[in-house]
Each structure stands twice: as structure tokens, then as C-alpha cells.
């Protein structure tokens, strides 16, 4: 399917391209920098970048000392920066440039803005470190008593003070504010207070000598500030050409989104590098909106800001999409980042179930297992939690209960799986209890007919539920839910007495795609290990054997054609929907930038990275149309249908950040609600691929 230049543009779908430029600059040259800024500015605007902001005092050089209070210096920076200014005409982005600039009877050290020929404004350094290797109160006056003032460079003039933030008329949600090396470092930075006062984009210039480990500490500063404010913030830091007379510079650059590392850059380079990202301003307002403990913040904090607009005249054509993007955004890249949130999660879950056994006075967990993942993830989570309550493995009454459709596959592995835990495992075949049932409705089932409805399918459901709680009522146990997040968010679960209730569900807060990963974590987690569960080889290979099974109900025979019933035939790929329930939980994404990032993600299986040990031969890729198709029966379920099982869902533990879906915890919707808006704002998007 071809797509409109328009909509494959990453302007249109909230984001904003940011740059964090190092450059190599000339000592006390501002003639030579200004050719220097300006050869990169150019390189922004081909990359269609919207901000660009460049090291401290890169017009002159951080390192000058005595030479910054040299009136030639000081002429040939207005000078350039009013070439700057001149040139910028024509140029798409903003330019944040570092420069020494006289104002009354001082000099400060300054982050000066301009766009499309105008001065913008000059942000002056706040904070002045004068101890260790700096100096800079021998030269420069700190900035944070100028609010509200104007100041003259050369034949311009621009608003002056710390107190300037810079908001895009024609690219909704693109605040700028700069800030200057140190003014990061206090406990309390200037970009914090304006952040609470609306800014999006934090920008930091930064000269910042190199020392062992100082890297690592602007690093995490950096991630916390954007994290702490709900922003972007982009750091560029001085580099080669800087005088080494007693330091050294490593012109480290990088941007982070709300704690996430977008890019950054290798150091101590020899030649101009930047760090690019897409900036999602739509991200950053949704958690701001979200997080009402923000705005709450600003309530008592005294700053005011002005406000200098500005218009970006962002292009309208493809540019590319430059942020990397997770195909299961449940599911981390990074093998440590997976490790540490299987542990995580793992633990979370046994934690939850241990505490809930412990409280209602130790009853013995009651589960159905069915060879399938959620079942047999449940069963791990259940088994550790006894080893953690120093009860035997053998008080878990776990019970295979075939139905009509159960292959001889999956049975074998229910009882394998539990039989290797050390569970007591015993079979209850439902199909003399169904049959009656179907026979009492005068279902047609029970004449011969090969009816497989939903009355079908769920009178097999409701009777493996009933005989779990009468089961646990028998034995004085606890019912174990198994179904997960994802099959929340769509409604596939028997309403009432059905897979939907339990006594406790350990699985209600992991989405299928993490499932299959909790799974992987166990197989490759070695007995004594913190949080581990001790497994057999013999466990492990039937563990495998179901991450390697088709997911299926198992609630209509195998057809003539001998195929299966597969859930990802009917309801579409678990793939695509976690990826959707994510930015619809996390992030109130409209369903047009949803598809537009699930069609990056996924249109080439052999780009981008995939999570550790997902097997190489079983990568696949979606068309954007395939894309969409499923995104609609998402909406559909998720918005129209399914809230009324969600409504009535039993306790269970939340355990990913993006959230969980029940009513006590992070999701509240009405059940008699529609999925009218986000059906018409994809349609509009793809009028010819939504129906009607």
C-alpha cells in the first residue's frame, strides 16, 4: 500500500527532530566558529532537524581565559553572530549557540537563540562554578538576577534573562529552554523550573572538561533531569580545538526522552559529530497530563517565564523516522534490561501470591493447566512461591481437564510440566459433564450436529472453572487465574464462571508477549540463583516444547483441513496487539501514530534489533495494511467490548510500568462504552482500509 508523503512525515505524528552538536572550534576565532556552526547548521537542515544546540562558548572557545575580556574577541562575536542570524534565513532549524556577550557593565557566558533571521533571545549561564579547574566568576557575571530584560548585540535586539522559553507555533508541543554547563549540576536547575512552566525540549551547553568518570556523571544527570521534568533534554559538550593548557575535552553529546537515551555520540572526536533523535512532544505531554504531581509542583513556585514564538515551517515529506523503536515494547532489546525485568516480573508475581497464601491462612494453590504458556508460566510462578513459603511443591493440586479439541501435545505437557515441578497432578476429563450440559440446552452438539459456537466453546470453559472452585472448596484451595493482560485487553476469556475468575490471578498484570520471555528467563535461569526456580533438565525441555506450541483454546476439534484452532487466526497476532495495548495504555496514542510506529517497527523482520533468544527462524513481518486491519479489531474489542470482564477481574498484581488493566489499579472505563473516535480518527487516517 502507498502512503501519503504527508502521513509518513514524523512532524505530523507529534515528534520533533532534535540535534546535539560537537564541533571542533578555533581559540578566541569567533570568525572560524561562526563558518564552523554554520556548516553544521546546514547538515540540520538536509536532516530535517527543527532545534540544534551547539557547546558553551563555541563561538570563542570555553577554554580562553583572559582573552574572553579582549574587546576584539568581544566585537568579532556580535559580528558573527550577526552573520549567524543573516544566514539562518533560510535554514530550517533553531540554532542554540554558545557565546561570551557584554550587557551593561558585565559579561556573561550565554546560550544565544536564533531562527529563520531573527535573534531570538540570550539565555545567560545562572550557576558559575569557581572551584577546582574553574574560574569563570574571574570573567563572567551569573545570569539569574537578569529576568525580564533585553539586550543589545550589535545591531540587534533580543529579550535577555534565564527566564526565556521558545514555543513553536506549527509544531504543537515543541517548547525550548537552554540552559547553560552548571546550571545542571545545582540541586535545583533552571530547565527544572521550566519544565513546570511548559517547556519540552531541555537544552544543555556545555563545556565541561574531561576528567575519568565525569562522562558517566553528566550521563546520569542528564537521564534524571529528563525524567524528573518529563522532557527532552539535549547536551552537547565542548571538544577538540579547545585549549589544553590544563584540561581535556571529550565533546560528548547525547539526548534523552523522559529517562530514555534517544542518542548519543562517540567521544573525543576529531570532526563535527551530533546526536539526532525524534523527540515524541505527544509522549512527554501525555505523561505530564497523567502525572498530575507535575503541575502540581508549578503551584507554589514562584518563577515567571516569557514566552518568545517562533514557526518551525517543519517540511511535509518523509524524512525518516530517527528513534529506534521496540517490536515488543513489553519485551527489552537489551539482554540485561530482559533479564532484569524477567526477574522483576517473575518476582513480583511469587511476591504477590506469597503474600495473598500467607494472609488467608496458607490454603493450597488450585490450578488448571492445559500444556499452554499462560497455564504453565502461572505453574512456575506458583511452585516458587511454595519454596519461598517452605511448603512442599506437592500441595499444589494442579488438574489437565481435556475437552473435545485437547491434542494429545498439549496434555502431555500439562502433566509433564507439573509432574516435573513436583506438583500433584490429576486428569479430569470434561466431555461426560459437557455432553450433558449441551444435552440440557438442546444444544445441537449433542445430537451429532458439528456445531461449534460460542455456546459451544464456553460451556467447556465454565465447566473447567466450576470444577477448579468446587475443587479447591474440596481440598481448602485457593483458585490460580491464568489468563493475561493481553487476553484482558480484548475480551478473550469466558465472562463469570470461565477462564475470567479466579481466586487470585497471577498472570493479569504480564502481557503475552512477556510471557513467552518469563518462560525463556526460567529455562535459562540455573538452580541457585537469586529468585530462581529449580527445575529438572527434563522441565526444561517441556518448557521449551511449549513456547514451541501454536496458541490455541483448544475448544473446537481439528477440521477437515487438520488445522488447528488458532487464536491468532481469529483475534489476529498477540504481536501486533501488545504492541498497540502499550501505547494505548502508556501513552493514549491515537491509532494513526500507532500504525505509522508498528509499520516501522515491523515491515522488515530483518531490520532492527529483536529481543535475546527469540529464535532467528521464527522473525516475521507486518505490511501496513496488515497493520491496520488488526489495529481496527483492537479498537473494536478493546474500546467497545471487552471493559465489562475487565470491570470484574479478580486481584492480581500490577507488574509493568505502562500499567495494568484493572479497575482497582491503573485502568478505569465505563462497560457500556464505544469505539466511535478512534475508529474515525483511523479512518480518516486510512479511509480505504477501515470499514465501515
Known amino acids: 500500500m502507498r502512503t501519503t508523503p504527508e502521513f509518513d512525515n514524523v512532524y505530523r505524528h507529534g515528534f520533533a527532530r532534535i540535534a546535539a552538536c560537537t564541533l571542533p572550534v578555533t581559540i578566541a576565532d569567533p570568525a572560524a566558529n561562526a563558518d564552523a556552526v554554520l556548516a553544521a547548521a546546514r547538515v540540520c537542515h538536509d536532516d530535517a532537524v527543527a532545534v540544534a544546540v551547539f557547546p558553551e562558548l563555541c563561538l570563542t572557545g570555553y577554554a580562553i581565559e583572559d582573552l574572553v575580556l579582549q574587546d576584539p574577541v568581544l566585537d568579532a562575536v556580535e559580528s558573527a553572530i550577526e552573520r549567524l542570524v543573516a544566514a539562518s534565513e533560510d535554514l530550517l532549524p533553531m540554532l542554540v549557540v554558545g557565546a561570551p556577550l557584554r550587557h551593561r557593565n558585565r559579561l556573561y557566558n550565554c546560550a544565544v537563540v536564533i531562527h529563520r533571521g531573527e535573534l531570538l533571545g540570550v539565555a545567560p549561564k545562572s550557576y558559575l562554578p569557581t572551584y577546582r579547574e574553574f574560574y569563570e566568576r574571574r570573567w563572567y557575571a551569573p545570569g539569574d538576577d537578569r529576568s525580564g530584560e533585553d539586550i543589545r548585540v550589535g545591531d540587534l535586539e533580543a529579550p535577555f534573562g534565564p527566564d526565556l522559553l521558545f514555543e513553536a507555533l506549527d509544531v504543537p508541543g515543541l517548547v525550548v529552554h537552554a540552559e547553560v554547563c552548571e546550571d545542571m549540576w545545582v540541586p535545583i536547575p533552571p530547565s527544572s523550573r521550566a519544565a513546570l512552566a511548559g517547556a519540552t525540549v531541555l537544552l544543555n551547553l556545555s563545556g565541561s572538561p574531561i576528567t575519568i568518570a565525569r562522562a558517566d556523571d553528566r550521563t546520569h544527570l542528564c537521564h534524571a533531569q529528563s525524567l524528573r521534568c518529563l522532557a527532552a533534554y539535549a547536551y552537547a559538550a565542548a571538544g577538540a580545538g579547545e585549549s589544553t593548557n590544563d584540561v581535556s575535552w571529550d565533546g560528548q553529546t547525547m539526548i534523552y526522552e523522559a529517562g530514555n537515551l534517544l542518542a548519543s555520540t562517540e567521544r573525543f572526536p576529531e570532526h563535527p559529530l551530533m546526536s539526532v533523535a525524534d523527540v515524541d512532544l505527544d509522549r512527554l505531554r501525555q ?391 478512534w475508529l474515525a480518527e483511523l479512518k480518516a487516517a486510512f479511509p480505504e482500509l477501515v470499514e465501515d
Open 287 to 677: 505523561d505530564r497530563l497523567r502525572q498530575g504531581t507535575f503541575d502540581d509542583n508549578r503551584r507554589t513556585d514562584p518563577s515567571a517565564f516569557r514566552t518568545v514564538h517562533f514557526a518551525v515551517e517543519p517540511p511535509t515529506s518523509d524524512v525518516g523516522l530517527r528513534r529506534s523503536l521496540d517490536r515488543f515494547p513489553f519485551v527489552p532489546d537489551d539482554p540485561a534490561r530482559l533479564a532484569q525485568d524477567c526477574y522483576e516480573a517473575f518476582n513480583i508475581q511469587v511476591s504477590g501470591l506469597v503474600q495473598r497464601l500467607r494472609a488467608i491462612g496458607g490454603p493450597k494453590p488450585v490450578i488448571g493447566v492445559s500444556g499452554g504458556l499462560d497455564s504453565t508460566h502461572a505453574l512456575l510462578v506458583i511452585a516458587r512461591a511454595m519454596d519461598r513459603l517452605g511448603r512442599p511443591r506437592s500441595d499444589i493440586l494442579a488438574y489437565t481437564m481435556p475437552g473435545f479439541a485437547t491434542s494429545d501435545h498439549t496434555k502431555s505437557n500439562a502433566i509433564a510440566i507439573a509432574e516435573a515441578v513436583g506438583a500433584t497432578i490429576e486428569t479430569i476429563d470434561i466431555r461426560p459433564a459437557a455432553t450433558e450440559i449441551l444435552r440440557g440446552i438442546d444444544h445441537p452438539f449433542s445430537d451429532g450436529e458439528p456445531v461449534h459456537d460460542i455456546t459451544f466453546e464456553n460451556v467447556q470453559a465454565g465447566i473447567r472453572t466450576d470444577f477448579l472452585f468446587r475443587l479447591a472448596n474440596h481440598n481448602g484451595g485457593l483458585v490460580i487465574g491464568t489468563s493475561d493482560m493481553s487476553e484482558l485487553a480484548l475480551g478473550w476469556a469466558t465472562y463469570g464462571v470461565g477462564d475470567h475468575m479466579s481466586h487470585y490471578a497471577v498472570n493479569t498484570g504480564v502481557p503475552k508477549t512477556l510471557i513467552q520471555h518469563l518462560i525463556r528467563w526460567v529455562i535459562s535461569h540455573r538452580e541457585g540463583g537469586e529468585g530462581s526456580t529449580q527445575l529438572s533438565e527434563r522441565a526444561r525441555e517441556v518448557l521449551q516444547s511449549v513456547l514451541d506450541t501454536e496458541i490455541s483454546p483448544e475448544l473446537v476439534p481439528v477440521g477437515e483441513d487438520g488445522e488447528i484452532q488458532s487464536t491468532e487466526d481469529r483475534l489476529g497476532p498477540y504481536a501486533l496487539h501488545d504492541f498497540t495495548l502499550f501505547h494505548v495504555l502508556r501513552y493514549g496514542m491515537r491509532p494513526s501514530k500507532i500504525a505509522f510506529l508498528a509499520a516501522h517497527a515491523w515491515r522488515d523482520q530483518d531490520a532492527g534489533a529483536w529481543p535475546p533468544g527469540f529464535p532467528a527462524d521464527d522473525r516475521y513481518a507486518y505490511d501496513l495494511p496488515t497493520v491496520v486491519r488488526w489495529l481496527q479489531v483492537f479498537l473494536k474489542r478493546y474500546f467497545a467490548f471487552a471493559q465489562f470482564k475487565r470491570s470484574a477481574i479478580p486481584n492480581g498484581p500490577k507488574v509493568t510500568a505502562a500499567g495494568s488493566l484493572s479497575p482497582r489499579g491503573d485502568w478505569r472505563a465505563p462497560s457500556d462504552g464505544n469505539a466511535n473516535a
